[in-house]
């Protein structure tokens, strides 16, 4: 049995068996609006929690996880030790010198201590938010999708794995007029996906790398499921947009590219390729959740090694932009 839920002009199918409560106030980390990057035109990128993998270069490492959590900001920390006081669980204490130090295996995120800072030393990160309150947001922004025909991503993290709130979000954006997009790894079950190309505009797609041991050393998984899906919507009408985040030592050799360009090619659909050259920007965030990175001191690649990629790309035959 098929049940209905009404947006708009539009309806949403569920599954048999309804919704589950994460489904029905999935978490966001962040609605960043006045986006130029992430679709055409003027967009606000609304970002899930959660995703299922693990690339060792992401700068959103706070979606790696589905749950709100409790990130640290030491250098705005007073050692006031109230967050030691408050904590219920004994995740926060004082150690060596009186440095602050978090159990984050402990933490259940109840944002205690968050309550409790002065500081704002300590942030909860995500909260649960209702597709009512996500449309509000959007909805904020309404002139500006008109006057540049940008709309609305659904990014992340990883928005498939909440395909119910994500299918109810894109249904009203298009009942609205809202031009619609998701970046997604590819990386969920077909039915995840399938269930939202209706309510979908433009699909922007990531590939790190062709060679599965490759891909599953760099990312945690296989790029089986990720290449079955490329080659499922290649087979549909919806827009298709392929990125590749260039990494020097995991994926930025010209053949690694080439291998890549020709087998997006071979899919026949997809509009452009976009090169996306590696950044430290989100390097800092590892030590606040408590993580480590793994490429300290890695170099972006220099703009005539990205131009010299972007010529492979287009002599196999395809579009292609550095960037953005």
Known sequence: MVGTRRQGNKDYKEKEGGQSAPEER????????????DGPGIRTLVFFKGCPLRCQWCSNPESYTREPQVVYYRNRCLGCLRCVEVC???????????????????????AACVDACYAQARVLLGRRMTVEEIMTEIRKDSIFYRRSGG?????????????ISAGEI????????????????GHAPWSNVEGLLEYLNLVIFDIKHLNPEVHRRYTGVSNQLILENLQRLAQRSVPLVIRIPVI?????????????????????????????????FGEEKYARLGLSYAFPGLQPPEEE????????????????????
Not at 305 to 324: F, T
Request: glycine residues 14%; neutral net charge.
């Open 26 to 37: 999935p978490v966001i980390f962040d609605i960043q609006r006045f986006s130029i990057h």
């Open 88 to 110: 219920r669980r004994g995740a926060v204490w004082a150690g060596a010198g009186g440095r602050l130090e978090t159990d984050r295996q402990r933490c259940q995120g109840c």
């Open 151 to 163: 709309g609305v991503t659904l990014g992340g993290g990883e928005a498939t794995l909440w395909p």
């Open 170 to 185: 894109l249904a009203a954006c298009q009942a609205e007029g809202i031009h619609t997009a998701i970046e997604t790894c």
């Open 248 to 280: 020097p030592g995991v994926n930025n050799a010209p053949e690694d590219i080439e291998a890549i360009a020709t087998y997006v090619r071979s899919q026949g659909h997809a509009s452009k390729l976009v090169l996306l050259p590696y950044h430290r």
């Open 305 to 324: 090694e990205m131009n010299a990629l972007a010529a492979i790309v287009r002599s196999q035959g395809l579009g292609c932009q550095v960037g953005g």
